[in-house]
């Protein structure tokens, strides 16, 4: 099946408001590609199969929930659809957790104000961190949800990196393989 790009204005209703809103307030709608796609094929590897995107230029967004004692901390961790995040050494260090494990779909729902199957850094709540792998910085292309089941964002490596409250780890993304 054939992308086709679209343009993202304050009428784009496509995608999420909350998604729209943090393209349009950080000004990056000339540098961020929006494609809509069948929701049946939302999942990164079906939607890799059917639109022939190469899966190491996909990227996932998991959202994690960290505790130390009575601290909780939300994160969203970024890695290729190729990998997996390393949340039990990784992402656990790195928010000194004592405990990890990924947030309750429910809480991630209502508070990214997303979709599951969908959700992208662009737009995420501004206290939670964004992990990002460091092997996705150089990628020119990456598609990443649009934060419903219906998009895909297309953006660069350097783009994702340049997002609020980001913080790049080397290794995060654990092949699959």
Sequence with gaps: MELNLLAISSETTLIPNVVRSGILNQGLES????????????????FCKQYDWPIDHSANCVVVQ?????????????VLASTRADINRLVKKYLDASKISMAPMDYTLEESKMEYGGVTP????????????KA?????????GGGNRNTKLIVSGRL?????????IEDLGIPTT
């Excluded at 929006?34 to 939302?42: E, K, R, S, T, V």
């Excluded at 662009?122 to 792998?133: A, C, F, M, S, V």
Aim: hydrophobic content about 50%; proline content about 8%; some cysteine.
């Design 31 to 46: 540098q961020i590609g929006l494609i809509q796609i069948d929701p049946n094929f939302a999942d990164t590897t079906e």
């Design 66 to 78: 960290a505790r130390r004692g009575s601290r909780i901390t939300i994160a969203a961790c970024i």
């Design 122 to 133: 662009i737009g995420l709540p501004r206290e939670w961190p964004i992990l990002i792998d």
């Design 136 to 144: 996705i910085i150089p990628l020119e292309k990456v598609i990443i």
């Design 160 to 168: 994702l990196a340049s997002l609020p409250n980001t913080v790049i």
